[in-house]
């Protein structure tokens, strides 16, 4: 006869649901189901190849500022996002993920990124209406994340949302220059919301009807929102802000409903976003080709920094 294990596998899980029901953090060291790790891991790096080739739109204007003070603000919110990315994959790294594979994934296209960077930015209001809708999208995704239940991510997010509020106001406050300068610079910004509007509603994902996953993330407590309830927040955080800069959102349907107290909205093309993730989008393959010739290009400084610290190891400094 011997004795039922100290730590059977219902005990961790039962100790696990307690946590997460204490609203307390699961860290990398805890027993975690597998479900749940592979979730987070999905997640994570579908949020760090987000971030990484997320630099590419907006990097394709760096060199094309109309000033040196719009180039600095340029590049400090591109600088950002690539420190968000390694963030990220060090946040997915605690899962026991390797960053080289997930690079791989991402360059094979298993591993997906936010449908919105295969738009292209055609002018540079599209720096000023990315800052103002995709990152306002960003914010109110990853804001509620804070409270996601795995440590690591939830701690990035807190530092990641800080520095996203700025690029959400370098854009507004870009915009707002334009708006006050001449009819041609209004155009500008008014074409560039037309083209960004429903992409960035369909940064939500999927109407929660279709998203299988939705009721399992939530009850980990990985996701605290469900797509539609994201989408609505953005929609009535942004109808405001439209009409103080006093362009037009692309929406017949848009309406303040008194009953719900809440914006009414048409609904997305989803078969264009379908499309979009299916790798059919107007830049999707640029996307990857680009990342892929960096990746290449880089390899001889992963090589020199392997070398460097197997002499490191060899022969420390101190
Ligand atoms: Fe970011
Ligand atoms: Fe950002």
Not at 68 to 96: C, F, N, P, W
Not at 211 to 233: C, F, G, H, I, Y
Request: with cysteine; net charge negative; charged share 25%.
């Amino acid at each position: 006869m011997s004795a039922a294990p100290a730590c059977s596998e219902t005990d961790l899980e039962h100790e696990f649901d307690a946590t997460i029901a204490r609203e307390q953090r699961i860290e990398p060291r805890d027993w975690m189901p597998e479900g749940y790790r592979a979730t987070l891991i999905r997640q994570i790096a579908q949020h760090a190849h987000s971030e990484i080739i997320g630099m590419q739109p907006e990097g394709n204007w760096l060199t094309r500022a109309p000033s040196l003070r719009r180039k600095a603000i340029l590049m400090a919110k591109v600088q950002d996002e690539a420190g968000h990315g390694l963030y990220l994959y060090s946040a997915a790294e605690t899962l026991g993920a390797d960053r080289a594979e997930l690079t791989r994934r991402l360059i094979a296209g298993t591993q997906k990124y936010s449908s919105i960077f295969n738009y292209p930015t055609l002018t540079y209001a599209d720096v000023g209406v990315i800052g103002w809708l995709v990152d306002g999208a960003a914010i109110c995704n990853q804001v509620p994340l804070c409270r996601s239940s795995f440590g690591p991510y939830a701690r990035a997010m807190i530092r990641i949302c800080k520095e996203e509020s700025f690029h959400q106001r370098q854009g507004y406050e870009l915009l707002m220059t334009m708006m006050r300068g001449t009819d041609e610079q209004r155009a500008m910004v008014q074409e560039s919301v037309d083209r960004w509007w429903w992409p960035s509603l369909m940064m939500f994902g999927p109407p929660d009807a279709d998203s299988p996953n939705t009721a399992r993330s939530m009850a980990w407590r990985v996701k605290r929102n469900t797509n539609d309830e994201l989408r609505q927040r953005f929609v009535d955080m942004t109808v405001p802000q439209a009409q103080a800069l006093g362009v037009t959102l692309p929406d017949p349907d848009l309406a303040w409903n008194a009953e719900r107290e809440a914006y009414d909205f048409g609904v997305p093309d989803w078969a264009e976003f379908g499309a979009v993730l299916k790798g059919n989008g107007p830049c999707n393959v640029e996307r990857i080709t680009n990342r892929r010739t960096a990746h290449e290009e880089g390899a001889w400084v992963r090589e020199a920094a392997v070398a460097f610290a197997a002499r490191e190891r060899k022969e420390p400094t101190q």
